[in-house]
């Protein structure tokens, strides 16, 4: 599995993709929560693509471990009327050079330019 694109998941669970080692792309529709351990161990990881118009509430159950966004080499993309909450959201804050606006990055989020 490398792309994983879920439209209407309103909850990303704990450990969802966790190991899956060739994983680089996940576009998440309407998500109101994502564990962020969802993606321990996801070494290929490049891009986390969070469409919801509301910013999505992430939950820390254990550090990232061994990925690119622990790494700083992946990104998480939002809309970008959200960006500055997402930067300053309690446990996305460590990431804030990491998060990028969808509409920034249509080809890597999927859209066309």
Known sequence: LRRLVLPSATTFGPYACRESTNLEYVDLGKVGSVYLNSFDYCSALTAVVIRTQVVCQAVQTSA????????????????????????????LSGFAGQIRAIEDY????GEEG
């Open 64 to 91: 990232l471990q061994s990925n690119p966004l622990e790494g700083g080499t992946a990104y998480i993309y939002v809309p970008a009327a959200l960006g500055e909450d997402y930067q300053a959201a309690n446990l």
């Open 106 to 109: 249509p080809g890597i989020c």
